[in-house]
């Protein structure tokens, strides 16, 4: 039938067969580069662009307004010799640890829960657990912001309070601050993760595990050789964007320490915002940038190569 | 042989696992909630020791000192049309150029394919001033163009799209609807698109809340009250001298709603999206 279909479609046109074939193959290679034009017209404008101007930036002294002025290393000198620059930088590297260790750990422990054969209402707590995602970030900043007030009735506060804990200053202390913003990233992303180790689990074979209860494996053994080592490439990805992700963290610790600044909260892209929209020095806000680039490059390469060592 | 496995599990373990669930669902909701209550209670409800945990009767009062505070249905109109058009462009423009990707070939395309792929690795902050500076020159600022041009760009969509292109929408398809003497569009557009739906929803879904809840490129470039997004806008919220928290909360959480709505509508494919993302890259 199909083969009739074909042979009667070219019969139809059987003059210019040849030549059409040849400008369908161009004509198709056209239409391939416009319909992949956009990104590229767009990327050059709205992102090559930026970049490499970030670059150039970097070597120059600018306010935006006069002459740029070619002053060499002088930007990164500055940044580099800046106390509230590696202030930001710890600072970010801190709530990195604080925010995303715990929830990578306690997202594999929940998702295990529900993956848990016989558990009812799963689609509940699945749907509970992963509603915070849903919520925007500056919602969840406010929101926490207010939980976690200085005063003693603050509701963070309160509940210390039924411990024998005394008030804690949270906005104004070096741990507060950092405890109360990693709080909000942890609350926001736990169930984003979460659902993705659970895909991850849902997508190992059970006839892995009935082999290994069959040979008399453990629960522990059978975490240790079937699920971690199933779940590293969802580990290596969760463990990959939280980490980029905590780097460029920036509408947490604007919004709740708003616009003092404040150094205990301080994190390099609140450093690169305000050095750039707020002091008008583009110069060493884009040697900032580019700072911040090469410690992300780094601590991706060696985010890979750990989470390459997990369950090996 | 089932019934067995099930008496024998309901013990301890079970226990813990249910304890755990409930504990994790119930710090996942309480904030949520504990917003609400706020949102209906006066100020000073706030301010007492314990705080107010149950509703008051605040809801209006509150409400009407948002609107009178900020220009909270501008803001989130703003939003409505940052978000859906580019969600739009950015479905239109990834699929077409997945379409191109996975099915036509051209000289160059794998390369252009990885070049596409490097730069989701760059993180967006590094070109963030000469951004700003183009979008000054360009007279955008204050426009949404500014927010809704740039967003256009999207390196995961045309990956997702080009995989999902690839392995969804039969050669023979593409080749006999040529045969046909089909255009190279009205393929796309005829065969394609009605294949990759829950490709698109999937993508809708992840670029939709993506540019919902975008915060600092808006704050960069939107500096007048009229073209504020709602994120922008609850930020308004927290500068004032009197801190309001019952107005404060009221705002967030109208804000939250309807977020928290189309969630709870579509959660099976929002949650499905998701693990489909990140079980495939």
């Not at chain 2, 939003?79 to 036509?104: D, E, M, P, R």
Request: charged share 10%; glycine share 6%; with cysteine.
């Amino acid at each position: 039938m199909a083969k009739t279909h074909t042979q009667a479609s070219i019969s139809n046109q059987p003059p210019n067969k040849k030549k059409s074939s040849l400008s369908e193959k161009t004509k198709e290679a056209i239409s391939g580069y416009i319909y992949i034009s956009p990104f590229f017209i767009l990327f050059a404008i709205f992102g090559l662009f930026p970049i490499l101007f970030s670059f150039y930036l970097g070597f120059q002294s600018w306010n935006g307004l006069g002459e740029m002025k070619f002053v060499g290393l002088q930007n990164f000198e500055w940044i580099l010799t800046d106390p509230l620059f590696w202030k930001s930088l710890s600072n970010t590297l801190i709530m990195w640890v604080l925010g995303t260790l715990p929830q990578l750990i306690i997202g594999i422990i929940l998702a295990y829960a529900l993956n848990s054969a016989l558990i009812r209402f799963k689609s509940f707590f699945r749907v509970s657990i992963f509603m915070p995602y849903v919520t925007s970030t500056v919602a969840v900043a406010i929101v926490f912001g207010i939980m976690f007030n200085d005063q003693d009735f603050g509701l963070i506060n309160v509940i210390l309070g039924w411990f024998g804990v005394d008030p804690v200053s949270w906005s104004t202390t070096e741990w507060g601050v950092k405890i109360a913003i990693s709080t909000m990233v942890f609350w926001r992303w736990i169930g984003y993760n979460t659902i993705i180790y659970l895909a991850g689990l849902q997508a190992i074979p059970n006839e892995l595990y009935e082999a290994a209860k069959i040979d008399g494996a453990t629960t522990r053994q059978k975490i240790q050789y079937i699920t971690i080592p199933m779940l590293r490439p969802i580990l290596i990805l969760t463990v990959f964007t939280s980490t980029i992700g905590a780097l460029q963290l920036f509408t947490e610790p604007l919004v709740y320490i708003g616009r003092t600044y404040r150094e205990e909260g301080i994190t390099v892209v609140l450093y690169l915002y305000r050095e750039a929209f707020v002091n008008l020095a583009y110069g060493p806000a884009s040697a900032a940038a580019i700072i911040l680039f090469f410690i992300i490059i780094v601590l991706s390469a060696i985010n890979v190569f750990v989470a390459n060592r997990i369950g090996k | 042989m089932s019934s067995n496995v099930r008496k024998k599990s309901f013990t301890f373990s079970k226990t813990i696992v249910y304890l755990l669930l409930a504990i994790a669902a119930f710090l996942s909701i309480f904030p949520l909630y504990w917003m609400f209550v706020m949102a209906t209670n006066h100020n000073s409800a706030i301010n007492n020791v314990p705080p107010a945990i149950l509703p008051g009767s605040e809801l209006v009062t509150n409400f009407q000192n948002v609107l009178s505070t900020i220009d909270f249905f501008g803001a989130i109109g703003n939003s409505l049309i940052v978000s859906t058009v580019t969600t739009i462009g950015v479905l239109f423009l990834c699929s077409l150029a997945g379409f191109a990707f996975a099915k036509f070939h051209f000289k160059g395309k794998n390369v252009l394919f990885v070049a596409i792929l490097v730069t989701m690795m760059i993180p967006p902050q590094l070109g963030l001033i000469p951004q700003y500076i183009i979008i000054t020159k360009l007279d955008w600022l204050n426009d949404l163009k500014a927010i809704i041009v740039p967003g256009m760009i999207d390196a995961f969509g045309i990956f997702w799209m080009r995989q999902y292109i690839s392995s969804n929408v039969p050669d023979e398809l593409v080749d006999a609807a040529k045969i046909d003497g089909c255009s190279n569009f009205r393929v796309y557009w005829n065969i394609a698109v009605p294949v990759i739906i829950p490709a698109f929803a999937t993508l809708a879904i992840i670029k939709f809340m993506y540019m919902w809840n975008d915060f600092l490129w808006p704050l960069v470039v939107l500096r007048e009250e009229s073209s504020y997004t709602i994120q922008i806008a609850l930020r308004g919220l927290i500068d004032n001298y009197v801190r309001d928290n019952g107005m404060i909360l009221s705002g967030t959480f109208w804000a939250t709603v309807p977020l928290i709505v189309v969630f709870l509508l579509l959660n099976r494919l929002f949650i499905q999206s998701l693990t489909e993302g990140a079980v495939k890259s």
